[in-house]
């Protein structure tokens, strides 16, 4: 190896071998004596008396080795004392876990033997070493924070999946999660842990005493009079559920919290530890001592400003002290104990990294007098004990442990050589380094010191009727807006102390970014990008297996920090091509899909596979995009899916135990805080304990695949004159001008698939925080209320009152703190923005991909599923904090997405059926807010009438509930009674979600209403099959319903106590639901296009009037007959059936109702009344009954009578009766239903036209009843007996009414009686002569 400085070949093998003759030249221009001198100095003796003889001995560096052997062996142990066991403990150096024989369940094992997950209900572990005497502890690393039970256990202890250590006599343990000890009881102790937390295990065997820590601090001894003996011997272990994760140390590492007189399990290592200590004496020796030849003097000087410059005398002395030294430094115990601190400890002073050259020269320095294979492991023990230091470090107010451990891996990271060998074999492949990007989140808010940071807490005490926050309310006291604005000032410092831990974390990202250092090779930014290109594929294919993935929580940060650090490369790089476009404009160009130079790891395409995608679109990928499919591809495509199928099938036959550890091969995100890969997979019930890391079978293909990513180079991203890269293929209708690095546009594809692959989700799981605090505050304020409305002859009832009072309070306090934090993490307007950044350039690759026609099928399905879920985040997750009007360019962006989403809801290109749910449940809930809702109304209006067409579309064959809903949004706030947010009888319950689409309050859109109406119109023919399908639903959705309820009411009969089925309940109310919103449907579409029915020249209107009638009678009847099944299960008030209510859906059929029979022309609610009174279903009560009249027990108006009731019910219109008076004997239990009683649901001018509809119908069916003649039977229609014989069929002449025969022949052309197919029908009356 050669010198970067001097230029000599320094190694350790040529140095020691130098022959006398060359001795007077290696000192170069340094005499003698001031070489001796130099070298005493550097190496002084720690023995006194004959010390001072030697002084006068001159040294030089022909007797230096020898010096140095005497110094470094001072202090030494003896061989003899040295191989003495330790008294009181039993078994091999070094401690690990017993991954042969002392364990129990399924676990996986890291390659250390110190990290461990669990992989079923309750497995257990010990580990290999034991203790009889003395006093022992060791540590365990808590990677995951839920059920755990630590502590300690004899060999007798047998466990099993559901009994694990402290469940048996003799096994002792401390369970963090539910904070209680064990020992086959349990009673409380401690305190609840947290992923980060380090708990210390303590064993006094003189006393016999158990005591455990955490972080440090002593949670009082946990158990006394433990059994000791002969023959008692106690091993570490634990018992752990299902993914949780932890990582020993029983003292290959110091002990993060020593305590004193305990020994840790493993022997430290003393003699290395001592040398090491002496030999960092002399390198600092060195570098606090300058030689000035010229005056032949010895000059101190500040460590600080010492450089490598190559001089003979200062290498030779260091690569003497290097043959010691870089030996030790392949040890952790060392790296940590010894360099790490020196390292930290250079940059104590404060000050920015770059200010410390010192580190970089120690580096070279590392590079030049050490082996590749020892800086090789220094580095990767260095970083590992940097990372496991950073993530296990406590939270205190001003983040000092996380900055200063940031700040000593910034400064390694900034020396290039280093830099890429980390890069390229330990941040992504041995460490977990993502890690270094995360900032945990305090559980225990007092021990974080958030209370000195945020004095002052405030919460929201005003709430609206919905429940929700009400922002600076103007009746805010000034007490209260103190409290507020101390609280948000907290808020501010605590957010200040973390963005200075962000920031380092982008700077470590930016020098992982960086393209420029190419003197040692590939720049590092294209090791990055293919080694976090891996990292996606790893979490991709893995979303099965929780263990193998990436934390969502680490994925969160990880992601701020990267688009930050990609936003800032990017805009660097524009500052240098002007003519390329800023990040703020960034997209991903569409032929990253298609020209297979970006590897996406099998991810769903809009459309379809990518094997299939090649096959069938390989003409367009020629004639668009100029990109040729070579035949041989496709068909070895195929053939691979084939292999795989069998390969994986193979795999799983033969022995269970090889083929679990197959599909388990790459777990262990959480066990070591390091070292995540788990090499052994252990399991009870295999025939062999352990499994090859990596299955020989099915995933080798995929290494074939990642190796190629892997191995890709610069000239392959970026491309070259003649090459564009990963832009190879460029369409026509893509912009020809720089966009920014390939590099870049490749890395913002994989912060967007990371968006997808879990972050969105913990965005919205960490929302629950702010949940809490809001119920709490709700709670908080009833109590108070009620206090002030006790009375003071109930002292017992304040009393506890005001406990709960300081409970809540407590808990707000508490919330509110950890709020704060998670606010400026998670959700701060920063993070705010990046969400949305994400947001725009999923638009606009979204819209460049879809200019490319039928090519737009290559795209990824995530593009899609970030774009809504970005957008949902941004509207529900950030929120109140953060308002979305403040983003720039805010209501275009709204309007981008309601054209994506209004254009691809109904897209032939996109084939998988849940994007296409996601689509459409995206526009149900874009339309339910005013805001979005006129984003949708300012999209071209071409784009408007397609969306409407689509949504018109006939409800079979597809999914047809979501676009009925997206129907019913448009309408409600213009229907009969639809003004209302929540159902009356639901206003005095809380909402579960007040942020809930449906619980918005209605805002119609006229203009789409329109479109409609237009639409439905002009095309007759789907106008027709609109209507009939919307029908078919209602009837069938009715009839489900109707049955569903039936079954309930049999179910509450039955004298036995019985359950009815959760799901069976949620399915009626949702059949309720639907035919709800169909009824609204059908009353938008009476109210715009009238004619549809009322207008017989059109064809199906009179056969669409007659269906119409006959679904709305049927409805009534079931819903308003006295004392019927309907009222008895609304009654029962099940859980699950709340919106089950006469209300919604008697209010939605007196809309048709009104609108066919009193807004309608004159000819027009003649047909209506004439066909609604010749169904043989209609009965006048049911429409009295909206009013609260005929409801009295005289009347025999039960839901069996199939003919009209024109009796007493019918002579005369009664006059209107409050529903208070409505009550008769007969119906006591509960009020009549009434429109009368919703006076603030139902306008005056709704209620005038029920009475005249009312008026109306009463005298038509007494005209009715005088003029109907009496029908035989044989002119009677022999399919429905309801109506006259009126049809004739051709050719076979058989005969049945209108009604009949047209609802038949929408479905079947064959005749009812002889199934010949009818060319023709025609009218038919009978002969005068009969």
């Avoid at 952790?332 to 010894?338: G, W």
């Avoid at 209708?733 to 969105?760: C, F, R, T, W």
Wanted: proline content about 5%.
């Amino acid at each position: 190896m050669s010198s970067k400085g001097g230029g000599t070949a320094l190694t350790r093998r040529n140095y020691r071998l130098a022959s006398d003759t060359d001795k007077p030249k290696a000192t170069g221009i340094v005499n003698e004596k001031l070489l001796s001198d130099y070298l005493h100095h550097v190496f002084p003796s720690t023995k006194q008396g004959p010390a001072l003889a030697s002084l006068s001995k001159p040294l030089g560096f022909q007797d230096l080795g020898a010096h140095l052997e005497g110094l470094l062996s001072e202090g030494e142990p003896t061989e003899d004392s040295r191989d003495q066991p330790v008294e009181g403990r039993l078994g091999p150096q070094p401690v690990v876990l017993d991954h042969t024989s002392g364990f129990e369940g399924l676990l996986f094992v890291d390659d250390d033997l110190l990290g461990v997950i669990g992989h079923s209900n309750f497995s257990s572990i010990r580990a290999t070493t034991c203790v009889y005497k003395g006093k022992w502890a060791y540590e365990v690393l808590i990677s995951s924070q839920g059920l755990m039970q630590i502590g300690w256990c004899t060999l007798n202890c047998r466990f099993n999946q559901e009994e694990g250590v402290g469940d048996t006599p003799d096994s002792y343990a401390y369970d963090g999660n539910r904070v209680r000890k064990w020992n086959v009881t349990t009673t409380n102790y401690g305190k609840s842990w947290a992923a980060g937390d380090i708990v210390s295990c303590l064993i006094d065997l003189d006393e016999g005493t158990i005591t455990f820590c955490l972080n440090g601090q002593s949670l009082g001894t946990a158990f006394t009079n433990i059994k000791m003996g002969p023959g008692v011997a106690y091993f570490p272990a634990i018992s752990l559920s299902f993914k949780e994760s932890v990582a020993f140390n029983f003292g290959s590492r110091p002990l993060r919290y020593p305590v004193d007189g305990y020994l840790p399990l493993q022997n430290p290592p003393t003699t290395d530890l001592m040398k090491a200590h002496k030999l960092l004496g002399y390198i600092k020796n060195v570098l606090s001592t300058s030689i000035d030849a010229q005056e032949e003097r010895l000059v101190e000087q500040d460590c600080s400003v010492w450089r490598l410059h190559g001089e003979p005398t200062v290498l030779v002395t260091l690569a003497h002290i290097f043959n010691h030294f870089a030996p030790l430094m392949c040890k952790v115990y060392l790296v940590e104990d010894v360099l790490m601190n020196f390292l930290l400890g250079i940059l104590e002073g404060g000050g920015s990294v770059d200010e410390h050259q010192l580190i970089q020269q120690l580096l070279d320095l590392f590079w030049v007098l050490m082996e590749d294979y020892e800086v090789n492991e220094c580095l990767k023990q260095l970083m590992m004990s940097l990372l496991r230091a950073y993530r296990f470090s406590p939270i205190i107010p001003d983040l000092g442990f996380q900055i200063h451990y940031l700040r000593l891996t910034t400064a390694i990271l900034h020396h290039e050589k280093s830099r890429k060998y980390l890069l390229n074999n330990v941040l992504f492949d041995v460490l977990r380094s993502v890690v270094f990007f995360y900032i945990k989140t305090p559980l225990r808010v007092k021990e974080a010191g958030l209370e000195e940071l945020i004095p002052t807490t405030w919460w929201p005490t005003h709430f609206d009727k919905e429940g929700k926050d009400e922002r600076e309310p103007e009746d805010e006291s000034a007490d209260e807006r103190l409290r507020r604005r101390a609280y948000e000032r907290g808020c501010q410092r605590l957010k200040k102390r973390i963005e200075v831990v962000e920031e380092l974390q982008v700077q470590i990202l930016k020098l992982l970014l960086n393209n420029k250092d190419k003197t040692t090779g590939e720049a590092s930014r294209y090791i990055f990008l293919n080694k976090f290109r891996k990292f996606l594929q790893e979490n991709a294919s893995n979303r099965g297996h929780p263990t193998a993935l990436c934390p969502p929580e680490y994925m969160v940060c990880f992601l701020h920090r990267l688009i930050t650090a990609v936003r800032a490369s990017w805009d660097d790089g524009r500052r240098k091509s002007p003519s390329s476009i800023g990040s703020e404009e960034a997209y991903v160009p569409p032929q990253l899909f298609y020209n297979g130079k970006v590897d996406y790891f099998d991810l769903q395409r809009l459309g379809g596979l990518l094997s299939h995608l090649k096959k069938t679109l390989k003409d367009d990928l020629a004639s668009k995009a100029n990109i040729i499919i070579d035949p041989a591809e496709i068909q070895a495509t195929a053939m691979d899916d084939l292999d795989e199928d069998e390969e994986s099938g193979a795999a799983q036959r033969p022995f269970g135990a090889a083929a679990m550890g197959g599909a388990l091969a790459r777990p262990s995100w959480l066990s070591s805080p390091t070292l995540g890969r788990a090499n052994r997979f252990l399991s009870t019930a295999a025939v062999s304990l352990m499994t090859p890391r990596r299955p020989l079978t099915q995933p080798e293909k995929v290494k074939v695949r990642t190796l190629a990513v892997e191995q890709r180079t610069e000239e392959d991203i970026e491309g070259s004159y003649g090459n564009d890269g990963l832009l190879l293929g460029r369409p026509l209708e893509e912009p020809n001008q720089p966009i920014a690095d390939k590099s870049l546009l490749e890395i913002v594809d994989g912060i967007v698939m990371m968006y997808n692959l879990s972050v969105h989700q913990q965005l919205g799981k960490m929302v629950v925080v702010s949940d809490d605090v809001h119920e709490y505050a709700v709670a908080l304020k009833d109590t108070e209320e009620k206090i002030a409305r006790c009375p003071a002859r109930r002292p017992d009832i304040l009393d506890e009152l005001q406990k709960s009072q300081k409970v809540f309070a407590e808990k707000l306090n508490h919330l509110c703190r950890r709020l704060a934090w998670i606010n400026a993490t998670i959700y701060s307007k920063e993070k705010m923005l990046d969400v949305y950044w994400l947001l725009c350039v999923c638009i606009r690759t979204i819209e460049h991909a879809d200019n490319t026609g039928s090519l737009f099928a290559f795209a990824p399905e995530f593009y899609l599923s970030v774009a809504m879920n970005a957008y949902s985040a941004l509207k529900n997750y950030f929120s109140p904090a953060n308002s979305m009007e403040e983003l720039p360019s805010y209501e275009e962006t709204l309007t981008q997405l309601a054209a994506i989403l209004a254009k691809h809801f109904a897209d032939p290109r996109i084939v998988g059926t849940d994007i296409k749910d996601s689509l459409m449940q995206a526009l149900a809930s874009y339309v339910c807010y005013p805001q979005s809702l006129r984003a949708v109304e300012r999209i071209p209006e071409e784009q408007r009438v397609a969306m409407m067409r689509n949504l018109l579309a006939p409800y079979e064959q597809r999914p047809w509930a979501q676009t009925n809903w997206i129907l019913v949004r448009l309408w409600r706030g213009c229907g009969f009674g639809y003004r209302y947010t929540r159902l009356p009888h639901l206003l005095k319950t809380k909402p579960e979600d007040a942020n809930l689409p449906s619980l918005q309050k209605p805002c119609p859109s006229l203009l789409l209403q329109r479109h409609m109406a237009e639409l439905l119109s002009v095309d007759k023919e789907m106008a027709a099959s609109f209507l009939n399908s919307v029908l078919n639903q209602l009837n069938w959705a009715f009839s489900e319903f109707i049955g569903m309820i039936q079954e309930i009411q049999q179910a509450a009969e039955r004298p036995e106590r019985n359950f009815v089925d959760t799901r069976q309940l949620k399915v009626c109310a949702t059949c309720f639901d639907l035919s709800v919103s169909l009824l609204r449907v059908l009353e938008m579409t009476v109210t715009l296009v009238p004619e549809i029915f009322l207008d017989w020249s059109r064809p199906s209107a009179e056969l669409l009037l007659r269906r119409l009638a006959q679904l709305l009678n049927q409805v009534l009847n079931r819903v308003t007959a006295e004392k019927n099944l309907f009222d008895r299960v609304v009654n029962l008030r099940l859980p699950g059936l709340e919106s089950v209510d006469h209300y919604p859906i008697l209010v939605a059929v007196t809309g048709i109702l009104v609108r066919i029979l009193v807004d309608g022309d004159r000819q027009g609610i003649s047909r209506a009344s004439s066909v609604l009174l010749s169904d043989p279903c209609f009965q006048l009560h049911s429409i009295q009954h909206l009013l609260g009249e005929g409801g009295d027990s005289s009347g025999s108006s039960s839901s069996s009578t199939a003919r009209p009731v024109v009796g007493p019910l019918g002579s005369s219109v009664a006059p209107v009766i409050p529903s208070a008076a409505a009550t008769t004997a007969g119906s006591s239990e509960r009020k009549h239903f009434s429109l009368h009683a919703y006076t603030d649901y139902i306008s005056e001018e709704e209620k005038q036209k029920v009475e005249l509809m009312l008026t109306f119908l009463t005298e038509e069916s007494k005209q009715a009843a005088a003029s109907t003649a009496p029908t035989s039977e044989e002119d009677l229609c022999p399919i429905c007996y309801a109506h006259s014989i009126s049809a004739v069929f051709k050719p076979c002449s058989h005969k049945s009414c209108k009604a009949c025969i047209n609802q038949h022949l929408m479905n079947n052309k064959d005749c009812f009686f002889c199934k010949a197919t009818i060319t023709g029908v025609e009218d038919y009356s009978k002969p005068a002569a009969s």
